[in-house]
């Protein structure tokens, strides 16, 4: 009566923690309030304590606690596949044995003595692996409630809220001309050439990173710096205060770079991490743009964007630098886009402002993996680049429009219209 009692409550939690995640996400879907509420008060909270907890152990919980799920779905599919090749022997037995116990039956005359004997009770064994699957998948259920409970807390809420240029530009019209657009480019543009011949190289060219002095003066590294530039972001804009934890390089660097990923925000550990083989250049910005997924922007774009701002504040040359080529590339590819779509008005906006010349070595530095990587990666590869990049990027894509951001993957590109609308709301002439 006790078990009974026991597997009754317990199904009684299941379902009151599948009807909270419930719940949770028809409210954040039906109201914008109700999540920009949680990310001001609630979600905080989690950054706080169990993100400082996390923060405590030097390598990715979040990229363990993968590995740790993958072993869990891989062992209950194997059950699964065991229970199911036993159902399949114990059928086939039985067709069998039905057959001999009708065979039996027409030589004894018609008797059907088989047909009266008592099954073989179940081996201890098997009655030992039936328990222990049946616990096994009281511990998938449990696991599986707890990953779609936090992933609504930490994420799936996030998707729903006011966005950065509603809380802080107020409305705009979103119309910009190709002028614009154009100054915003070379302002970023020249930057970036002025800002290549500041830094210190190796003897091949590569950039590198000679640390950086925080607002107290103290000799900082990378991590640290992202950390404090965030929190100098937060004076500006208060959504952004609050407590950072320091970034942290993945072991699966190898595979995110054959994903053609940076970085990426880990929900259910609360952590900021980055792929520590692509190019140094793409650090600074990864780093802020992962973090600022921790202060409740989920958008990739505006993450985008955060980073940028988060770099080209500070006094330090080599994040200046990071954040400017962060954006070049996207900048460039919407004149290119405007060029195709109305070439006569391309031509005739370049004539009153024409886009800067980029110099070859900052395109030299705007690279995600240099060549020499990109060697030993597809050469110890267990599957090739192409095939995981495509299916990173069919994942990425579908889970942005699950989320309601239609234009999935390509929402990546609207970190521009940010841009646009941040020079024009501070009055700037980028030109």
Known sequence: MERRGFFRRSRLVYLGIAALVVLLNVAAWNSSAFSDWYIAHVFPVWVGTYGRVTGLFPFSVGEWLIGAGLLVLGLAALLGIVWAGMGIVLAVRHLGDR??????AVGAGGEDRGMSAEAPPQSGRFRGFRKVSILYYRFFVWTLLIVCLIMTLNCFILYHASTFSEHYFGEDDNVYTLEELIGVYNMVA????????????????MALYPGSTGRDGELLDMEDMARELMARLGEEYPQLKGYYPRPKALLTSDFMCQQHMQGYYFPFSME????????????????CHELAHLRGYIYEDEANFIGYLACVQSED???QYAGYLSV???LRNDIYKARRENSAAY????ERIAPVEVEAQVWEDNVFVVDEEWDRINGKALIDTEVV?????????????????????VSYSRVVRLLLQYYRYHGLQAT
């Open 347 to 350: 031509e005739e906006a370049i």
């Open 328 to 330: 070049l590339v996207y």
């Open 272 to 287: 900021a991490n980055y792929n520590d083989v692509m190019h140094i250049l793409n650090f600074p910005s990864t780093m």
């Open 317 to 319: 040359a080599f994040f």
């Open 389 to 409: 990049d495509k299916a990173a990027d069919v994942f990425i894509d579908t889970n942005l429009k699950i989320h309601g951001i239609s234009d999935g993957a």
């Open 99 to 104: 057959r001999r116990e009708a065979v039996s």
């Open 190 to 205: 020249e930057q970036c050439n002025r800002l290549s011949g500041e830094m210190f190289r190796d003897e091949s060219g």
